[in-house]
């Protein structure tokens, strides 16, 4: 299957500081992305969907300006999570398509102290 | 919208044994369902998916059947081992015209244990 490269993998912040989250295709270029939540036993939630060169569409409850996203390129895409709070604190994964098919990340664990 | 709904929960097996995954849906649209994999700390991993012009599919020791008319569709595991122990999630969404990327609806996920 494709690789989707996703950095960094495990991140501590403070409280009240933003935090960046790179999400690549390695070997496939994807228009589109998607970016996930997941609380620990539950399942992956949507939280926004990333389009190359125009803005990201965000998922009803999931405020754009504290989940800032960015898709500056067919590879890459960005969450910005600013203003961290405790509440941050969660597993975020990314996804890109490729031939119909939704390929994951590794998954991001954000820490928010 | 759609919602997908997962059972059972958990499920606990013997090495050797057979595991199935249930899962139905809502939306009558949707067309593809993928499974996958996901280990602790790690993000999900497709094992097998199935489009809604087929009613089955095989690879190996994993197969996934779809009843359209129903609107379920399951995962079967055969001679499991402990490395199949982990979350499994079944997905479900609206290919658009061309194989348009939408949206993929999660279930709820079940915890698979393969106990030696």
């Known amino acids: 299957g494709a690789v989707v490269s996703q950095h960094p993998s495990r991140v501590i912040c403070k409280s009240g500081t933003s935090v960046k989250i790179e999400c690549r295709s390695l070997?496939?270029?994807?228009?589109?992305m998607f970016w996930y939540r997941q609380f620990p036993k539950q399942s992956l939630m949507l939280m926004a969907t990333s389009n190359e060169g125009s803005k990201a569409t965000y998922e009803q409850g999931v405020e754009k300006d504290k989940f800032l996203i960015n898709h500056a390129s067919l590879t890459l895409s960005t969450l910005t999570v600013t203003s961290a709070h405790p509440e941050d604190s969660s597993f975020y994964i990314c996804?890109?398509?490729?031939?119909?098919?939704?390929?994951f990340g590794q998954g991001t664990r954000l820490t928010v102290v | 919208g759609e919602n997908v709904e997962q059972h059972p929960s958990t499920l606990s097996v013997q090495e050797g044994d057979s595991a199935v995954i249930k899962c139905t849906y809502s939306d009558s649209a949707s067309n593809y369902f993928p499974w996958y994999k996901q280990e602790l700390g790690k993000g999900p991993q497709l094992i097998i998916d199935i489009r809604s012009n087929v009613g089955e599919k095989k690879d190996q020791r994993i197969a996934v059947t779809l009843n359209k008319t129903a609107k379920h569709f399951s995962l079967h595991i055969t001679e499991t081992q402990p490395e199949d122990s982990a979350v499994y999630f079944c997905a479900a969404s609206n290919r658009g015209i061309g194989g348009a990327t939408n949206k993929l609806i999660f279930g709820t996920g079940t915890l698979l244990a393969v106990q030696p």
């Open positions: 996804s890109a398509p490729l031939q119909a098919r939704a390929f």
């Open positions: 070997d496939f270029q994807a228009t589109t």
